[in-house]
């Protein structure tokens, strides 16, 4: 029998539980594994070749478009990014209300993420209509704590899944007291559900995985004073600390011929690892207080790099998120106007946000009319896609006594470790335009 | 977890009103809001198209009464055609999983062609109402009205029998919500 006989492959031809179109493709045999890819087949979306020519005020509205679970993200990073282009500061309350409103966006898309998508995966069942049968009473939690997500993100944003108050320099409208004292309400009583939701989560079986043998590069925002979300320096558990302007001298895009999406590396070379596991391990001890306290008392502190675990650590995002709502609400002193404007110039700006996947990277220059001239957007998911596949690559030589079907599962659910939204990763293209 | 019922009505309207005759879920909540009395504003919660099917599951539990319009694509069925589906919950001693007769004209069949959702991450109206059924939170009555639509382009107006339909719906759903409220 010759290698090319023994060889056996896995295909997984349409990911299901992930947001978008991808596949997976392992080539095996018994002693080692031959080839991994994570196949991005979305098609591309041209979002930075259409961002063109549009006025630099569309650009958190286009860009939102790009994700229906993570729009906030995209608006956060848009605005942030015009706004260090303009040199426009913001009024302290400003700052809490997008905290408030990306708070309100991990929360809807980690609950999500957690009971409807991966939860499954834990308890050998393929659907949250399943896991609805089995364990009702987590199914409405999670219900429960993503209308309260839903909530904090209608409420500042006009609606739920794609806002429409978000603007260059602040908020079209400012929410009222009584509208915000209604949501501290629905806050509070969604922190003990939270909870409640962590601990059941941190008792489900969680597979072994140790990656010491290639230990992982976490980048994550850091802030001294906050747990990351609009602002901080880019770190890496290796050391690295930079500002957003100079992200795209260090981390490097390419193309592979096995993905519409680009993958993103670390001096053109290193895969690293963005997202929960690595915003958790970098910026521990900003944790809000409870979020943090209800971490050792789960046992999940740094290092806890098993990407297993990555559930336990949403739902832990998803307590801290509710605690530092209930705190912005508590302290909220409202800005003195919706927004702020600035001279529209030529200009060039950047900035990161922590999307709930993980840094999301824009960069933009406009005119002097203020139409964009280029723009850049790294998502989280291309950054984590060559970590996954070495996650896979890894992990295979150990699970090769597993049948087929539990081989496969294994595979995806590694794969769900990183809730990949592929519709994000694939908005790219650069399209060259060649007049004669 | 028993909570009190909700005795407001919700009446939901899914569809994109930019996309031609798809919209006529929002377009017979337009109607609606015309003809209606003014102090059925009291009595009656409406909700266009939330782009999360969860949000759905949500705003219909505890509720007593919910009417969900939204179109759907038959070839069989002449445009402008209303089909109506009662699903009122499963009894405890109800085994039938009437969400799984695929025969023409069953709920199941009806339901397949109704609200999709534009993510993976989403449910479509089917799943939704599994979902609310499994964990008991299904509205005590819930009414689907289906729309045959024949065209969606972008920006499109109704075709007269699809006008027609929004018409005599939205009437035919006053005079119930004033016979359940009365």
């Not at chain 1, 650009?59 to 605005?79: K, N």
């Not at chain 1, 309350?93 to 990306?102: D, K, N, P, S, T």
């Not at chain 2, 107006?157 to 018409?167: E, F, G, K």
Request: proline share 6%; net charge negative.
């Amino acid at each position: 029998m010759t290698d090319h006989e023994k060889t056996k492959t896995i295909r997984v031809d349409y990911l299901a539980r992930v947001e978008g179109e991808g596949a997976l493709y392992i080539r095996y045999n018994d002693e080692r594994v031959h080839d991994v890819k994570l196949k991005i087949f979305e098609p591309p979306r041209f979002f930075e070749a259409f961002l063109q020519g549009r006025d630099y005020r569309e650009a958190p509205d286009i860009t939102a478009r790009i994700c229906g679970i993570c729009p906030v993200a995209y608006q956060m990073s848009a605005v942030h990014a015009m706004e260090n282009a303009l040199a426009i500061d913001l009024e302290p309350g400003m700052h809490q209300l997008r905290r408030l409103l990306y708070c309100g966006e991990w929360i809807e898309s980690h609950v999500l993420h957690i009971v409807m998508l991966h939860t499954p995966d834990f308890l050998h069942i393929d659907s949250a209509m399943e896991l609805a049968a089995i364990h009702p009473d987590i199914v409405q939690q999670a219900l429960s704590l993503k209308k309260t997500g839903n909530a904090i993100v209608s409420r500042l944003g006009g609606r739920e899944i794609h806002p429409i108050n978000i603007r260059v320099g602040g908020f079209y409208q400012l929410p009222t007291a009584r509208e915000l004292d209604i949501l501290r309400h629905d806050l509070h009583s969604a922190l003990a559900q939270a909870i409640t939701l962590a601990r059941w989560v941190a008792e489900l079986p969680i597979p072994d995985f140790d990656r010491s043998a290639e230990p992982y590069l976490l980048v994550a925002l850091h802030n001294e004073h906050e747990y990351p979300m609009n602002s901080g320096s880019l770190i890496s558990s290796d050391g690295l600390s930079l500002c957003a302007a100079q992200f795209e001298k260090h981390f490097i895009e390419q193309h592979v011929e096995h993905s519409n999406a680009l993958h993103c590396l670390f001096e053109g070379q290193r895969p690293y690892f963005v997202g929960p596991m690595a915003r958790f391990n970098l910026n521990f001890d900003q944790l809000a207080p409870g979020a943090h306290a209800l971490a050792i008392e789960l046992n999940a502190k740094p290092p806890y790099l098993n990407p297993f675990a990555s559930i336990v650590v949403r739902a832990l995002e998803v307590v801290h998120a509710l605690e530092t709502g209930i705190t912005i609400l508590d302290k909220y002193q409202a800005p003195s106007q919706p927004f702020v404007t600035g001279s529209v110039r030529s200009a060039s700006g950047c900035a990161i946000t922590e999307a709930p996947r993980g840094i999301l990277y824009h960069r933009y220059t406009i005119d002097d009319d203020g139409k964009i001239l280029s723009a850049k957007i790294v998502p989280p998911t291309s950054q984590n896609q060559k970590t996954i596949e070495d996650d896979l690559r890894l992990m295979l030589p150990s699970l090769l006594h597993l049948n087929e079907d539990d081989l496969r599962h294994r595979c995806e659910q590694a794969i769900r470790n990183y809730d990949p939204c592929i519709s994000c990763a694939t908005h790219f293209l650069q399209l060259t335009l060649d007049k004669h | 977890m028993k909570q009190t019922a909700e005795l407001k009505k919700l009446v939901v309207g899914l569809g994109n009103r930019w996309r031609g005759e798809d919209g006529v879920g929002p377009l017979v909540l337009d109607a609606l809001r015309k003809i209606a009395h003014p102090s059925a504003g009291h009595e009656i919660d409406y909700l266009e198209s939330p782009a999360d099917s969860l949000t759905l599951v949500n705003a219909w539990q505890n509720r007593e009464h919910v009417y969900l319009i939204d179109a759907c694509v038959d070839d069989t069925l002449k445009s402008g055609t209303i089909i109506r589906l009662d699903l009122t919950p499963l009894k405890p001693n109800e085994t039938e999983d009437r969400f799984q007769d695929q025969r023409p004209g069953t709920d199941d069949a009806v339901l397949k062609k109704l609200r999709h959702p534009t993510s993976s991450h989403m449910l479509d109206l089917k799943q939704a109402l599994t979902v609310s059924q499994t964990l008991g939170a299904m509205p005590k009555h819930l009414t689907v009205y289906a729309i045959v639509i024949s065209q969606f382009d972008i920006g499109a107006p109704l075709s007269q029998n699809v006008n027609d339909a929004v018409t005599t719906l939205a009437k035919q759903l006053n005079n119930q919500l004033n016979q359940a409220t009365g």
